[in-house]
């Protein structure tokens, strides 16, 4: 059975940093594709960036471009998601998704999902 937890969100200032990691469980990290997605209340579940089985990274949107970065660590079956100048826009709950081999935009092709974890940023 496919497990993915996520955990480190919190409440962070404007200009802060946070790291989001999501441990999972059930899969062979070595052929899968993670992907973090984010949903603000009101809106649709957004994209941000995936990382392939061959550990290339993928960014689906314009607005996190620069501030952060997808990585993974296949030893620990975690993949992290590393939030710079953050902004009050980027409150959400973040999600981890993760499918076989390859990276998609798409929320429909991500087959397992963690439960998400609330960045909240505030001043």
């Known amino acids: 059975q496919v497990q993915l937890v996520e955990s480190g969100g919190g409440l962070v200032q404007p200009g802060g940093s946070l790291r989001l990691s999501c441990a999972a469980s059930?899969?062979?990290?070595?052929?899968?594709?993670l992907a973090w997605f984010r949903q603000a209340p009101g809106k649709e579940r957004e994209g941000l960036l995936c990382?392939?089985?061959?550990?290339?990274?993928?960014n689906y949107a314009d607005s996190v471009k620069g501030r952060f970065t997808i990585s993974r660590d296949n030893a620990k079956n975690t993949v992290y998601l590393q939030m710079n100048s953050l902004k009050p826009e980027d409150t959400a709950v973040y999600y981890c998704?993760?499918?076989?081999?390859?990276?998609?935009?798409?929320?429909?092709?991500?087959?397992?999902w963690g439960q998400g974890t609330q960045v909240t940023v505030s001043s």
């Open positions: 998704a993760a499918r076989s081999v390859v990276c998609r935009e798409y929320r429909g092709y991500y087959d397992n």
């Open positions: 059930g899969l062979i990290l070595d052929y899968t594709a």
């Open positions: 990382i392939s089985s061959n550990g290339v990274s993928t």
